[in-house]
Every structure is written in C-alpha cells, then in structure tokens.
C-alpha cells in the first residue's frame, strides 16, 4: 500500500499545504511518494524530498506543467495511479481543479476534504458547513481525495532526502493553453498559511473605515487581514481576502474578528483556530459562541484601544 501526494509548489519551493497532505498521506499507512510536475522545478523536487515521511520524490518535467494546468497535471498522474492505493490532493482552489478529473477518469468516488483518517478506506470529513461530521468509507481500488490541511499537522523538514525519480512526462494538452495571470501582490502573509489573522466584517461600514481601523491591528501583529462575506460582497475588502465556507478556510495560532457577526458560512472558515477574539457590540453575536476571549463592545472604540495597548 502506497500512496501519493500531488504537490503543491511554485517551481522553486513546496508550498505549506503539501506538508498537511504528507501527514494524512502517512496516516493511511504505507510508503509516501510525492509527484512534482513542473517546469524548472528541481528545486521544488529538491525540498519534497527533505519533507519527513517521504520515501520518494517523482519529477516531473514539462512546459505545459509550468503553470499547474489542470488537464496536463491530471494526465500527469493517472499515468502512474495505477502504482497507488491513495492519491491526496490540498483541498485548495488548485487541488480541487485536478482531483475530480483523476476521480473521473478513474472511475472512482472522490473523497472531499477529508479531517481525519480512521483507517486506510474510511475518512471524516465536514458537512453542512461544518456543523457535521461524516464518517466516509471507500470499497474503491484507488482512493482519490482532497486533504483540508486545517485537519492535520504540517509535516516536519528534514536533514536526510528522500530519493528523487524523474518520470516520464506526458504530452501537454493542446485545446487548453495558458495566456497569463494577474497575482495580487500582497506584503502581509498568505491568508491561509499566517499564523495570525485580523478580520472585520459588515460593520465596518466603508473600505475606507475598513483601512483605517484594521490596518493598524494587522500592522502592529504582522497579521494577515481576512473578511466576512458579507464585508467583501459590500466592497469593503477584495475577494481574496474572504475566510468562510465559500472563502479560504484558515486555521491560524489566533483569529481576531472585529464586526463579524459569526455566521454559520464564516464560522465554517475559522473556527479551528486556535485562539479566537471576537470584538461584537451584539453580546447575541454568534460569533461568541466559538470564541475564546469576547469583548462586546463598539469596535471603533476598542479596536483602536488595542492598537494603542500593544
């Protein structure tokens, strides 16, 4: 029994997602190979190989594999799936893009963002935004799933390297090309990887007053600033920004929400965090009931408070 994790990398470095999806990859049991598709991407193979628990590193190398596209990193792994009990995928926008064309051309169930592994064919994974859990088990030869990485520890670096197997690429698909991208370019950490985490929500009234008085929270902490659904949709703060069921879900050391009332959807997104501050004038703000230190009060006033404190 051997399974395989897809990576997830930028061609230079493994980004942190993989190593959430290496800990559910060795709690299924057996050998864990890691496939790096990519262009240029030695560097990428290079560091998968130091991850803990990885036994081998496949690289793949290709220019259509530059950019991640679906078809070809899909085509990529269903010509070695037939070695592997488990496929694992990050449960990100990029894994969730390839898993289902693997699941498909396999034949197979996919298994969604699953939290925990039972055993080798039976997972947990959330349901009705989180406020269930389903306990799922798969007669299916080859298991294909998304890891949400909240659910596991990162795996640990070492100083050894696992060995590293170059495979055959497979001939990019030509009816899908890549034109370009636009990357927002952000100073403050990547939401889903920062350890801490300042929110707002639709009570903040403007993006002007979203600035003013969250930007200084997040500058004073090296924080990562986050939204409400109902704060991005009101133009307060761009989409990437969203933390909730149809945003990023995070899970950071602590989660500061100032205005958000707690929604199911926007609990569904942060409610594994570790620590949890909710700032609500509401003191029924459902938001209180997973936080681990509340203030009901007018976050105009408090939030600055903070500022001014630390």
């Known amino acids: 029994m051997t399974s395989l994790v897809i990576a997830e990398h930028d061609n230079a470095s493994i980004k942190p997602a993989t190593l959430n999806t290496v800990t559910a990859a060795l709690q299924c049991g057996g050998d864990v190979h890691v496939l ?55 449960a990100t926008a990029s894994g969730k893009n390839v898993a289902p064309r693997v699941a498909a051309k396999l034949d197979v169930g996919q298994i969604s963002d699953i939290t925990k592994v039972d055993s080798p064919d039976t997972f947990e994974r959330p349901i009705y935004a989180g406020n269930a859990i389903a306990t799922v088990q ?3 030869a080859t298991k294909v799933m998304t890891v949400r990485t909240t659910g596991f520890d990162a795996a640990s670096i070492n100083a050894a390297s696992a060995a590293i ?34 929110s707002g929500g639709r009570a903040l009234g403007s993006s002007e007053k979203f600035t003013e008085v969250m930007t200084p929270l997040a500058d004073k902490l090296g924080a990562a600033m986050g939204a409400s659904r109902a704060a991005v949709d009101a133009g307060y703060a761009p989409n990437d920004w969203q933390v909730g069921q ?8 602590l989660y500061i929400a ?23 004038k509401d003191e029924e703000a459902p938001i209180f009931s997973v936080a681990d230190y509340g203030l009901v ?14």
């Open 258 to 280: 100032a205005g958000i009332s707690g929604a199911i959807q926007h609990l569904a997104g942060m409610k594994d965090s570790k620590v949890i501050v909710a700032i609500n």
């Open 138 to 140: 798969s007669l299916d």
């Open 297 to 310: 009060a007018d976050l105009f006033t408090a939030v600055p408070e903070l500022v001014s404190a630390l």
């Open 165 to 198: 197997e170059t495979v055959a690429n497979i001939a990019a698909n030509t009816k899908s090309i890549f034109m370009g991208s636009e990357i927002a370019k952000n100073d403050r950490p990547e939401l889903t990887a920062a350890k801490i985490i300042v």
């Open 36 to 90: 790096v598709a990519g262009s240029n991407a030695g560097a990428a193979a290079a560091a998968a190989a130091q991850i803990a628990g990885v036994t081998k590193v496949l690289h793949a190398e290709d220019a259509g594999l530059a950019h991640g596209l679906a078809e070809n990193v899909a085509a990529q792994v269903l010509a070695i799936a037939s070695n592997y009990s488990h496929i694992l995928f990050p």
């Open 246 to 253: 149809t945003g990023k879900i995070v899970a950071p050391q």
